[in-house]
């Protein structure tokens, strides 16, 4: 087979301009079971590779070539239909929105907590998806709080993070206990700040919002408390954290002294935090029904400060499919969650990078490389951009979002009846 | 009155609305005087009651007024038993549909459920008081209420005392006072009244503070006990800091002020045994307006029942 | 156009005024008009103050009939109620329901339908001002002081001064 050639295209992680040489068998197939698929091509600035004429070659002026996006916080599990359809249509999904792989978190469908459902998952993932589909581990038996899990049959499985998914352990000796066993098996501990206590039966952010729903507000302070909490156990332990979905200023603040004072932790923020504020609830659209709730703007500006200088190391898509039927309930009874996979790259350019918020070498950061480095802590320090597939990615193209264009299987996206830049290419 | 499906707020009607139905009340109120005290305007139609929250008075208070608007009343009783074992809204509105009902007046413990029902339902949809949201038709009734007393409701001071966060009375009734032209200040318990969360709405934290604003009404708030899981203040000591005691009602009575109270009300706790029969308590004015201002309401309400398509 | 202006109508309520005073009994607290809200109750009014000049007394009342009405589930605005005023017994009275245009004659049944829940009256008589024909019910006035056979597409609007600033009677 030929080597076949990009010309022309904007580096993303440096802006340059470059050309890319692409070589047989790369790309679209990986090998499963959590180890990175290495891929078959060189960036080099443009003018330094000589293209042979007979070459198939492609001009991308314009257009941008980056790695492709891995997302280190997404549920696979698409309430009402199979396992198989969930990894299948999750996995379309993520390429549709330019990511190549996830780390999947514990559901009640998928119960991370054993060898089997890793096994079975891993085929699933084998045959069926499109992306990349790394399981995290659970913290304890059915992301219950009580009994921990079989760490050391997780880690043999491959599992490298461990989370209760949207469960925060609130009994804090048995993590405690976990956090020190777990530690010597280089594990990551992935965990929302939160204080149970406070946080229940509440739905939304405290304000003007909330007030004149009737709902009663989730306070900033149950997120603050709780990320201190794990902030402090973690290092007593001595154990790896990752804080997921921040949503408070003071919650980045927190990670933020941690980080100087050498800790190791690191943090993520959902797109839908840095996008929206609890007004966008507005008259009970459960769509913006979210855990951690949607806060002020001043929150979602502290979440974007905290990307930019990188106290926040990744922003993640919290893809949460929920039935329509499920979602037209009343704002109380509705289960909480956004999807966001099927437009994540699109979304991010869209209200980040088109706007100037965010730089494409800070979303190649914190979209593709940060997250798997947190996935992937055992793998050295390599190559920034090596063994992660490459994206295209044409900035012009506009498109509406409709109930159509989603392949993730639910249809509470945000993003439906916007309109949205880019155009993905994925794999090239 | 432009014709409307559903009262699901007072925030989603225009204030011409807000009269007209105000003004509907007066003319429902005399008929209450005539010796038939029925009209045939509803004839024929079908109420439906639908509360998944015990309320004798707001209940009873409605099924009179479509009685005297001449409707057939239908009780749906909502057993506590087919909530836990979680029939959702969706099937019971399908139920609903089918019983072809062309009025449904529904009351729950979430916010919001009157409006997801009002989506999927032909019926005008009244919310008789949906968790801590609205409850329009009380609104109305104080509206009604201050209105027969003082001639306007414009320009009068109501202070409304206690469980602000809890209270869709304390959501509907400022938002209509509002509307029409009055003052309207909260005071509470420190965790029961939310803040920053409503603009234009000043706090008070004691009685001195109320008496010198110089309000025309005072209207209390049930402790609803009932709604909190983790208590919110101490037990015993509301009436002392926030009821009306003895030597406050001297006070009241000397300023002639009114007072108010949705019902029920908690003798000792926000109100005292004397304060009850004090010349200007209009808590049994409010009881009987209710009835005339639900019977305007359903009168000015139209259902899309009727529609063929 | 005004088909009728102001001095057309005083004269009409002049006619209209003689002839109840010929035809209906004037005995002590026998005679009540009943004006049907909205212009009925005026024209009512004006026709008492013309009795009054002749020395006959007669009761006032006035009548909301929206509650009555059969038309109820119209896609139309309803407008607010207004009260209807009848503070006496009409038990042995000669009621005149006053009415301005007279058409379908649903608005004279949901009138009778009200007038009979204050009481038992001997004698209800229909007295309007505009008799515009298209009758839907068997219903027909005692008297008429405007016969006008309107399409039924046509408008015809009393505006009178007590409500509208100015007496006329359109018709387009």
């Known amino acids: ?428 | 009155m432009k014709p409307r499906k559903d009262l699901l707020t007072i925030g989603s009607l225009s204030t011409e609305d807000i009269n007209t139905i105000l003004d509907s009340a007066t003319a429902m109120k005399d008929i209450f005087t005539k010796s038939v005290k029925k009209v045939p305007a509803l004839k024929g139609k079908s109420v439906l009651t639908l509360f998944y929250e015990p309320s004798t008075r707001t209940r009873s208070s409605f099924e009179v007024a479509a009685h005297r608007l001449s409707a057939d009343v239908t009780t749906f009783t909502v057993s506590t038993s087919s909530v836990v074992k979680g029939e959702s809204v969706h099937d019971t509105i399908d139920t609903l549909m089918s019983m072809k009902m062309d009025y449904i007046i529904v009351r729950h413990k979430h916010s919001g459920i009157p409006a997801v029902i009002a989506r999927h339902c032909k019926a005008a949809v009244i919310n008789a008081g949906d968790g801590a949201h609205a409850h329009p038709s009380q609104a109305f009734l104080d509206a009604f209420t201050i209105r027969e007393k003082y001639g306007t409701v414009a320009g009068k001071r109501v202070v409304i005392i206690g469980d602000i966060l809890h209270s869709r009375v304390a959501r509907s009734t400022s938002c209509i006072l509002r509307r029409l032209g009055a003052e309207v200040a909260y005071m509470g318990p420190g965790p029961l009244v939310p803040l920053q969360q409503h603009s234009g709405i000043p706090r008070f934290t004691n009685w001195d503070q109320i008496f010198d604003w110089k309000p025309d009404v005072i209207y209390l708030l049930r402790v609803q006990n009932e709604r909190m899981d983790t208590p919110f203040f101490p037990a015993g000591d509301y009436h002392q800091a926030f009821g009306v005691t003895e030597e406050r009602l001297a006070r009241i009575d000397d300023l002639n002020l009114s007072i108010m109270h949705p019902g029920p009300v908690n003798r000792g706790v926000e109100i005292c045994d004397a304060a009850m029969d004090y010349r200007n308590t209009l808590i049994n004015d409010q009881v009987e307006n209710g009835i005339a201002a639900r019977m305007s309401i359903l009168y000015h309400l139209t259902p899309q029942t009727q529609q063929h398509d | 156009m005004p088909t009728l202006g102001q001095d057309a109508l005083e004269a009409a309520l002049d006619d209209w005024a003689a002839h109840i005073a010929a035809t209906c009994p004037t005995g002590e607290g026998k005679l009540a008009l009943i004006g049907v809200i909205s212009h009925g109750d005026n024209l009512a009014q004006r026709l008492i103050r013309r009795l009054a000049a002749k020395g006959i007394q007669a009761r006032y009342g006035a009548l909301d009939i929206s509650l009555y009405r059969d038309d109820f589930d119209m896609k139309q605005s309803k407008p607010a109620l207004r009260s209807s005023y009848l503070p006496f017994s009409t038990d042995g009275l000669h009621l005149v329901l006053v009415d301005d245009v007279v058409q379908t004659g649903r608005t004279v049944r949901a009138a009778l339908n009200a007038i009979f829940e204050y009481g038992r009256p001997d004698v209800v008589q229909l007295h309007c001002l505009v008799d515009r024909g298209g009758r839907q019910l068997p219903i027909c006035p005692d008297y008429t002081a405007l016969r006008l056979d309107a399409p039924a597409n046509a408008r015809i609007s009393v505006r009178l001064q007590e409500t509208d600033g100015r007496d006329e009677i359109l018709y387009t």
Request: glycine fraction near 8%.
């Open chain 1, 1 to 428: 087979m030929t080597n076949t050639y990009i010309r022309n295209a904007i580096w993303a992680p440096t802006g340059e301009t470059c050309d890319v040489k692409i070589g047989p068998g790369l790309s679209s197939r990986f090998d499963s079971l959590g180890g990175l698929t290495t891929c078959d091509a060189e960036v080099h600035p443009a003018g330094v590779l000589t293209i042979p004429s007979e070459a198939h070659c492609t001009d991308a002026t314009g257009k941008i070539v980056m790695p492709a996006l891995f997302d280190l916080h997404a549920k696979v599990e698409v309430p009402g239909r199979s396992k198989r359809e969930s990894v299948s249509r999750t996995g379309q999904a993520a390429v549709q929105g330019g990511v190549w792989g996830m780390l999947v978190m514990p559901t009640r469908g998928f119960m991370f907590d054993n060898y089997a459902t890793l096994d079975s998952f891993h085929d699933a993932v084998a045959q069926r998806s499109a992306a990349e589909m790394i399981p995290a581990g659970t913290i304890s038996m059915g992301t219950e709080g009580r009994q921990q899990a079989p760490y050391n049959t997780l880690a043999a499985r491959g599992v490298s993070i461990l989370t209760d998914g949207d469960n925060v352990p609130d009994n804090l000796l048995m993590l405690h206990r976990a956090m020190k066993y777990a530690a010597e098996l280089n594990l990551t501990f992935a965990i929302r700040g939160d204080v149970p206590m406070l946080s229940a039966n509440t739905y939304m952010h405290p304000g003007t919002t909330s007030y004149a729903l009737g709902l009663h507000g989730t306070p900033a302070c149950a997120e603050e408390i709780g990320i201190e909490i794990l902030l402090r156990l973690a290092r007593d332990a001595g154990a790896r954290l990752h804080i997921q979905t921040v949503s408070t200023a003071r919650g980045v603040e927190s990670i933020r002294r941690a980080k100087a004072e050498g800790q190791s932790v690191t943090a993520e923020v959902a797109l839908h935090h840095l996008l929206y504020t609890h007004e966008n609830v507005g008259d009970y659209d459960t769509t913006f029904k979210v855990v951690p709730p949607l806060r002020e703007q001043s929150d979602c500006d502290a979440l974007l400060a905290g990307i930019k200088d990188g106290t926040i190391d990744c922003i993640v898509t919290d893809h949460t499919p929920c039935t329509p039927f499920d979602k037209k309930q009343d704002f109380v009874s509705a289960p909480q969650g956004a999807t966001a996979l099927d437009t994540f790259l699109p979304a991010l350019y869209t209200h980040l990078v088109k706007p100037g918020k965010l730089s494409w070498a800070e979303l190649v950061r914190a979209c593709c490389t940060a997250p798997l480095t947190i996935a992937n802590p055992r793998d050295d320090e390599s190559d920034e951009a090596a063994g992660i597939p490459l994206l295209l990615f044409d900035p012009e193209p506009e498109f509406e979002v409709t109930a159509d264009s989603l392949v993730c299987g639910t249809l509470n996206n945000p993003q439906i009846g916007t309109t949205l830049c880019g155009q993905v290419s994925l794999p090239l």
